[in-house]
C-alpha cells in the first residue's frame, strides 16, 4: 500500500503563491504517475497537473503557465509550484499515485489513480 502525505496548503490573496508537497511512503510501484487533482465544493474532482516517471508533464488549461509540477523519484516527492493565484483556484488538493504507468503524456483523468491522499485546502481570496 501507498501512503501520500500532503502540505503546503493555507490562505493566500489573489496574485500570491503556495507551493504543495506530497510525500510517498510504504510500497513502491515501479513507472510511478503522479498527478495534482482539486475539489471545491459542488464541483466534480478535476485534474490540475500530472507528471510521469521520465518528469514529462500536463497541465490543465486554467493553470498552465501558472502552475509548475515536479518530482524527486529519489525522495518519493511531488511538488506543486501555484503562481498568480486565482479565486478559481480555492479547492481541496489532492495528490495521487498510481505504478505501472508508462504514458508518455500522464492522465489528468481521477480513474486513473490508485493511491490518494487526505488532502490539503487552498484558500484564496479577491
Known amino acids: 500500500q501507498v501512503q501520500l502525505m500532503e502540505s503546503g496548503g493555507g490562505s493566500v490573496q489573489a496574485g500570491g503563491s503556495l507551493t504543495l508537497s506530497c510525500t510517498a511512503s510504504?510500497?513502491?510501484?515501479?513507472?510511478?504517475?503522479m498527478a495534482w487533482f482539486r475539489q471545491a465544493p459542488g464541483k466534480e474532482r478535476e485534474g490540475v497537473a500530472a507528471?510521469?516517471?521520465?518528469?514529462?508533464?500536463v497541465y490543465a488549461d486554467s493553470v498552465q503557465g501558472r502552475f509548475t509540477l515536479s518530482r524527486d523519484n529519489a525522495k518519493r516527492t511531488l511538488t506543486l509550484q501555484m503562481n498568480t493565484l486565482k479565486p478559481e483556484d480555492t479547492a481541496m488538493y489532492y495528490c495521487?499515485?498510481?505504478?505501472?504507468?508508462?504514458?508518455?503524456?500522464?492522465?489528468?483523468?481521477?480513474?486513473?489513480?490508485?493511491?490518494w491522499g487526505q488532502g490539503t485546502q487552498v484558500t484564496v481570496s479577491s
Open positions: 510504504g510500497y513502491k510501484p515501479g513507472a510511478v504517475c
Open positions: 507528471i510521469n516517471r521520465d518528469g514529462n508533464t
Open positions: 495521487a499515485e498510481v505504478g505501472g504507468c508508462y504514458l508518455p503524456n500522464p492522465s489528468l483523468h481521477h480513474s486513473t489513480y490508485v493511491y
